[in-house]
């Protein structure tokens, strides 16, 4: 089995062999997984792959590891694909205390970030209770 850790962040691989490997070490969900995923999101040069690592890290369940790098991706990358991904990704993490991260973006000027900012507060609605 190859290591995905290491393909994931191999730019000698296809962006297509880097989005399998993510696709793969989101179910792995371990400490070093989760940093492979995270650096792949920071440094990776393709928009697409770094989306997909933002859904994958989503997918993690790991909300406390996981959701250092996608508020990173958040505030730092520029590409809208990315930005929403991430966002979406931190309302599918379902952990309340991303709720201040995300109402920051509601008035975002990007019409796509504060829309996905305000999707990404109505996933985390159900764990926050009444009155998000």
Same mark, same amino acid.
């Given at each position: 089995m190859?290591d995905?850790?290491?393909v994931i962040l191999?730019?000698?691989?296809? @962006?297509?062999?880097r989005?399998q490997?993510a696709?793969?070490?989101?179910?792995?969900?371990?400490?070093a997984?989760i940093? &492979?995923?995270g650096?792949a999101l !920071?440094?990776?040069?393709s928009p697409?792959?770094r $989306?997909e690592c933002?859904f994958?890290?989503g %997918?993690?369940a &790991?909300? @406390? %590891?996981?959701?250092?790098? !996608?508020? @990173?991706?958040?505030e730092?990358d520029?590409?809208?694909?990315?930005? $929403?991904?991430?966002?979406m990704?931190l309302?599918? !993490?379902?952990?309340a205390?991303f709720?201040?991260f995300?109402k920051?973006?509601?008035?975002?000027p990007?019409?796509?970030v504060?829309e996905? &900012?305000?999707?990404s507060?109505?996933?985390?609605?159900p764990?926050?209770?009444?009155?998000?």
């Amino acid at each position: 089995m190859p290591d995905y850790t290491k393909v994931i962040l191999d730019l000698t691989r296809t @962006k297509d062999e880097r989005i399998q490997a993510a696709f793969q070490l989101e179910n792995i969900a371990d400490e070093a997984t989760i940093a &492979a995923l995270g650096k792949a999101l !920071l440094t990776d040069p393709s928009p697409i792959v770094r $989306h997909e690592c933002a859904f994958s890290l989503g %997918e993690t369940a &790991a909300p @406390k %590891e996981a959701g250092f790098y !996608l508020m @990173k991706a958040v505030e730092t990358d520029t590409n809208i694909f990315v930005v $929403h991904e991430a966002l979406m990704a931190l309302g599918t !993490l379902g952990d309340a205390s991303f709720i201040p991260f995300g109402k920051r973006f509601l008035q975002d000027p990007r019409r796509d970030v504060a829309e996905s &900012a305000e999707i990404s507060l109505q996933r985390l609605q159900p764990v926050a209770g009444k009155g998000l």
